[in-house]
């Protein structure tokens, strides 16, 4: 298997087609590795991310394996600073997550919804209040987390690893995880006040890519973007990235980038035939799952590997020079706010817009 995968990964990458366009490889982007995840033993197999909008510095990981908690360490990876329990049994089988943004407070969101097999049909979303992170006084946090259940409108049982929230409208996204075949995206507005009714989700448009991969070793055609593992929206709602990974063949890994449109909703940009553009940076990771904004101008992955400890990667474009004050320094990004239907920036100097500029 090793020998097979190191095979399949000298290859370039396949072109993506999308809606029988070939895609143009987005070339902006830069990756680097800025940490490892040397704390395995509290951890094992990462399938969720998320960057910190109360405590900057530091991402919220999530496992499919543990038991269920989740922790924070910063983007070198090597030192847990804190670890939140849960004063309730939640669903196993745990495979992304994602943070936002509700009525000026900071949530996490948790896909409880793996299910491989797609024999189980028990499928919620977890959120609770994220919680601040002080590693020296408050190592351990418990809070007590609520859950949205949901049906898919079909009626059938479906597999998903994919979790996103847009700070915008205010709505979830949820990507469903198929092999050899077009992946799904469904969505449902997030309230505080759906309680223990179970909701049905929205069908919102198969995903468009398909690969002229040909055919794999069992004879099934490679048949669009499958095997979606891990999805996010930028803090402001403008950019989208949704990525995949295919252990069997190593080179058929993407992350997608979707931008979107002036008044359009995420549901919108998906749908549209504007094509989307796959990151020419991204090199394959096994088990690769996790992947998380922290702004319009930097993002990280890392992988579900319990082989080993996995690398944290960093990824950049080049900052505008009014959004440059703002995202790095003494402008630190603290939280984001909705007000006035603006979603903006909180820090310890005030409020700024998307682009940088003081709120007065």
């Known amino acids: 298997m090793a020998a097979l995968l190191w095979a399949a990964a000298a290859y370039a990458a396949p072109a993506l087609v999308y809606y029988g366009d070939t895609l ?12 490892t995840l040397d704390i395995k033993e509290n951890i094992i197999e990462v399938s969720g991310i998320a960057c ?9 990981m999530q496992s499919d394996e543990t038991e269920k908690y989740i922790i924070a360490t910063t983007d070198k990876g090597d030192k847990r600073a804190c670890k939140v329990k849960f004063t309730k049994t939640i669903r196993w089988d745990w495979e992304d997550m994602s943070g936002g943004v509700y009525n000026d407070t900071n949530y996490l969101f948790i896909g409880a919804f793996g299910d491989n097999e797609e024999t189980d049909g ?10 601040a992170i002080d590693p020296v006084n408050t190592p351990e946090i418990t809070v007590t987390p609520q859950r949205i259940k949901y049906v898919y409108p079909d009626g059938k049982k479906h597999n998903s690893e994919a979790l996103m929230y847009d700070n915008v409208d205010q709505v979830i996204y949820i990507i469903t995880k198929v092999y050899y ?16 009714e179970t909701q049905t989700l929205t069908y919102v448009c198969d995903l468009g890519v398909r690969s002229d991969l040909g055919e794999h070793s069992q004879n099934k055609p490679y048949k669009g973007f499958h095997l979606v ?7 402001d709602g403008k950019y989208i990235l949704i990525k995949n990974h295919n252990n069997i063949v190593a ?29 020419k940076c991204y090199n394959y990771e096994w088990q690769g799952e996790a992947i998380c904004w922290l702004n319009n101008y930097t993002f990280y992955t890392t992988s579900d590997a319990d082989d080993g400890n996995p690398p944290i990667y960093i990824y950049r474009k080049p900052y505008p020079e009014a959004v440059e004050t703002v995202a790095d320094g003494k402008q630190a990004l603290a939280s ?3 007000s006035d239907g603006r979603l903006l920036i909180r820090n310890a100097s005030g409020l700024y817009t998307l682009d940088g500029r003081k709120v007065e």
């Open 24 to 35: 143009e490889w987005n070339t902006e982007w830069k990756r680097s590795q800025c940490g």
């Open 52 to 60: 910190s909008r109360v405590t900057p510095g530091y991402i919220w």
């Open 122 to 131: 028990e499928y919620s979303v977890v959120y609770f209040q994220e919680p």
């Open 181 to 196: 075949n077009v992946c799904q995206v469904f969505s449902m507005p997030f309230r505080l006040d759906y309680g223990d």
């Open 229 to 235: 593992t891990g999805a996010d929206i930028s803090p």
């Open 251 to 279: 080179a058929y890994s993407w992350i997608l980038l979707f931008t979107r449109g002036e008044g359009e909703s995420v549901a919108e940009t998906l749908q549209r035939e504007r094509h989307p553009e796959p990151l």
């Open 336 to 338: 984001k706010v909705l």
